[in-house]
């Protein structure tokens, strides 16, 4: 049963706009989320995290926002580029084990 | 630089072999964990080690096994090779409960 659910596969964005990925969790222990971006042929490659203590965490155009209560975080992306083009995965702790969701495969277009 | 590498990158083989891929870190993490990717699944954990002589099972562990003789190396072996496990494997390692995992390039594994 998978624990952290991105239940978007792809996401088309232009050149400049923001892109919005969605991931949900339903294991209220997980206490520490980031997200991950993986190009082809490489491994993934951290990007941002947050705690379960803060709803927000940002580091340049990279924004992650947590809901706890709905149990779901979300990554911003402003303004989107196109070495943005890769895959997106979410992963959440719970003990020194990640969890990861599907993933979602973002296409910036110019 | 720290690193992690993983070998081969690419390797082919016949089901019923037994197949061994390596993964080194000079990080000097003791946490390492082994991973497979499949569509529509992301990442999912297969074994774990967070120290010498320490070894886990993760979620998908069935027909794979891990030894960790030091801190640096974390090989994966399949016993008996079997079609279901073609997939993308990925090494990594982490330096304590809440940091970021490194991860290696993977070894794309196809069993025919």
């Known amino acids: 049963d998978q624990q952290v659910k991105q239940n978007s596969p792809s996401l088309s964005v232009q050149e400049g706009r923001i892109s919005i990925l969605n991931c949900d969790y339903t294991?209220?222990?997980?206490?520490?989320f980031l997200w991950y971006k993986k190009y082809p042929a490489e491994g993934p490659t951290f990007l941002i995290s947050i705690s379960s203590i803060k709803d927000k965490n940002e580091d340049g155009r990279f924004t992650v926002f947590l809901n706890k209560s709905a149990k779901h975080l979300s990554l911003h992306i402003v303004p989107s580029q196109p070495g943005d083009s890769a895959v997106y995965f979410c992963a959440a702790y719970n003990d020194y084990k990640l969890s990861f969701g599907a993933g979602t495969t973002v296409t910036v277009r110019a | 630089d720290a690193e992690i590498t993983q070998s081969p990158r690419h390797k082919i083989t016949e089901t019923g072999r037994q197949v061994t891929l390596a993964c080194h870190q000079t990080?000097?993490?003791?946490?390492m964990f082994w991973y497979r990717q499949d569509l529509g699944h992301g990442l999912r954990l297969i074994h774990y080690?967070?120290?010498?002589?320490?070894?886990n099972k993760g979620e998908v562990s069935d027909g794979y096994s891990v030894s960790r003789s030091n801190t640096e190396d974390l090989p994966l072996t399949l016993e008996s090779a079997a079609s279901s496990q073609t997939s993308v494997y990925f090494c990594a390692s982490s330096e304590s409960r809440g940091q970021p995992q490194h991860f290696g390039d993977g070894t794309r594994l196809s069993i025919l």
């Open positions: 990080w000097n993490h003791n946490n």
């Open positions: 080690s967070y120290g010498v002589q320490d070894t």
């Open positions: 294991n209220s222990m997980f206490d520490y």
